[in-house]
Each structure stands twice: as C-alpha cells, then as structure tokens.
C-alpha cells in the first residue's frame, strides 16, 4: 500500500501545530513552544466526494478512505536547519509543507512589519538548499579516492551527476528544479535531498488579513512547488460545525473548501498521486497510487497477493457508474471493461481485481 508522509516545517511560532491538529483532527499542545519537544505524528483521511457518493449509492457495510501521515517538527531558526538533530525525519518524508507567519500576535510581540511572507518562503529554500550542499560536498571529497582506488564506472557517473547537482545549489537553485533522467532520479533517490522534494508553501493569515492574501499567493514558484493558505483561527470554527452549517460558514467567507480539504488535495498533486475505489456490498473504498500506474501495481497496492497472481482488472470509470447506477447497468450500456495487467489506472476507476494465487 502506498503511505503518502507529509512534514510540516518552518520556522517557530509560525502555527506548524495548528496546522498538524487541523490536519489530523488531533489536539497537540501549541499553547507553548518547546525546542525540546518530540514530533508530532498523526493520520488524516483524504476527503474525497465520489467516495461519499459510492456510499450513498451502494449502501454497503463499511466505507474507508485513503489515508496520509503527517509528521510536526520543530521549528527551526534559520542556518539551523542542517544540524539540527531531526534532519532524518525531513528526509523521510515524501514532501514538505512549509508553515509561513502572515499573522500578527501582541503577545508574542510579532507586529504587521515583522511580517515578510515573500522573504521567509525563499529563506527556506535557501536552507533546504545548504542542507543538501553539505551532503553533496562531503560525497564529492569521497568519490574520486573511490574512483581512483575501484575504477568503477558507477562511481564516475555518480561523481558527474553530483558535480552538476552541486552547480544548480551553488546558482541557489532547488534541486526540484533540475532536469534529470529517470535513472538520474532514481540514482539520487537514496541521498533523500531536501531540495528535491515537492514543497506546499502554507501561508497562515490571520482573519483581518485574508482579504490581502493574493498579494502573498501571487508569487510565481518553478520548480515541484506550490503556494496556497490556511487561516487557523477560522479553521478551527469550522472544525466545530456540523456539515450543513460548515457550507453556509464557507460560502459567508467565499471559499469552496476548508483549508484542511485544500492543504491535503494540493499535497496529492505535487505528489502526483490519484484515487482509484473499489466498492462491493462489504465495503467502498478509496486507494492512493502514483498516476500512471498499472493494474497490476494498482492490485499490489490492496494487496500483494493480488500483484502476484493477477488476472484482468473489471473497471467502471466513475462518470460512466454515477451515469448508469449499478455495475450491472454499467454492463448493459457497455461501461464495464476487462482489462489487462498493463492498463494504465486512471483517477476514478471503480476496479475489481481478479487474481489467483
């Protein structure tokens, strides 16, 4: 099964936190901040409509949906990042959602010009940017003793690669953003660079200042980057309401989704990832894959068994089921296909796997 692992990152006092227990629905400490506390880990449900459509037409015993983790570090100030003790976890994550301050607080002694949004999200790349600098400089002064001592032609690819990474981070640019091979991807897969993971700049504004936000967002970002805001204490009104009021609550504000709803769909797209269902009268359900995957892999994604003794995959786009109503319908009006281990799955399918093992 795929486990997408999101890291909220940032500087302190940003609302890291905040965000993390509106992720995950969870009620980690925020009112004080401690450079000696543990991460906060938790899981949040991916919210999908279609799934809840499934449900309501199919009517089975149980409903399930994808899942993400999410990992709360530290803040860290700036030049700290690459010694800082959980460097592991930044690494161990598949993306980062980077926590910008765009909200003023007396108490804490933060006024409106403390305040740099545009600043703090390059800063921040900047440190991602030193951090992998260190990696790569220490590999580089390793490589040509193994060279010299091996002959090993994997080494001297290595070394060129590395050299051409180490231009791009010295020209202060992410690794994000480097044209690369597949093979020279997966070559670089097991340094974990931190400015090669796709990046969610969150920007948290505070009520008074939403209505400035598209200043903030208007920033272009290249590279596998992008930019989109929360505002906490908003968030957390929502959270309180039950469904029906929680629409009324947004439509007030002019938004279409919550911030939660919006972190974690703009997550799945730097990640390049879709959904795929299946749905009997036991359970509908909703599963994570990397788009442009086959129905094999998808099978291995429910379980291994299925990847190893697949036969044909039986799919239903989720337009055509919602059209016809039933899978049987689906057959009448030619919807339902057969296919093969190579099919590409695409967002949507409703699949049922046939296998033997």
């Not at 909200?103 to 991602?128: C, K, R, T, W, Y």
């Not at 974990?192 to 505070?206: D, M, R, T, Y």
């Not at 906490?232 to 939660?260: A, C, M, N, S, V």
Request: hydrophobic share 40%.
């Amino acid at each position: 099964m795929i486990i997408m692992k999101a890291g909220i990152v940032g500087f302190p006092k940003v609302g890291k936190t905040t965000l993390f227990n509106l992720l995950t629905r969870g009620t980690a400490e925020t009112s004080r901040f401690s450079q000696a506390r543990a991460a906060n880990i938790g899981v949040s449900e991916v919210p999908d409509e279609r799934l809840e459509k499934l449900h309501e037409m199919i009517q089975p015993k149980k409903k399930t949906l994808a899942t993400t983790d999410f990992v709360d570090l530290v803040g860290v100030q700036r030049g700290e990042i690459k010694g800082t003790e959980y460097l592991s976890h930044l690494r161990s994550v598949d993306c980062l959602l980077h926590v910008v301050r765009d909200f003023e607080d007396p108490e804490m002694g933060v006024a409106a010009a403390d305040l740099h949004s545009q600043q703090d999200i390059q800063d921040f790349n900047l440190e991602l940017i030193l951090a992998d600098m260190d990696v790569i400089h220490n590999r580089l002064e390793k490589l040509p003793l193994l060279i010299k001592k091996m002959k090993n032609k994997e080494n001297e690819d290595e070394l060129a690669l590395l050299q051409r990474c180490a231009s791009q981070l010295e020209n202060e640019r992410p690794l994000r953003e480097m044209d690369l091979e597949p093979a020279e991807r997966k070559r670089l897969r097991s340094f974990a660079f931190l400015s090669e993971k796709p990046l969610l700049h969150i920007v948290n504004f505070s009520e008074e200042r939403l209505t400035s936000r598209e200043d903030v967002l208007a920033g272009s970002l290249a590279g596998n980057q992008e930019i989109t805001y929360i505002c906490g204490p908003l968030e957390e009104q929502i959270g309180r309401l039950q469904p029906d009021e929680r629409k009324e609550f947004l439509d007030q504000y002019g938004f279409t989704e919550t911030g939660r709803d919006r972190v974690i769909r703009t997550t799945f797209h730097l990640l390049d990832l879709i959904l795929f269902f299946t749905a009997g009268p036991e359970e509908v359900r909703s599963w994570p894959l990397r788009r442009g995957l086959n129905a094999q892999k998808a099978a291995g994604t429910v379980h291994s068994d299925m990847e190893r003794g697949f036969i044909r995959a039986e799919v239903v786009a989720y337009e055509d089921f919602l059209r016809t109503g039933s899978f049987a319908e689906s057959k009448k009006h030619g919807v339902f296909r057969l296919e093969g281990k190579e099919y590409v799955v695409q967002d949507g399918d409703i699949i049922t796997f046939r296998f033997n093992v």
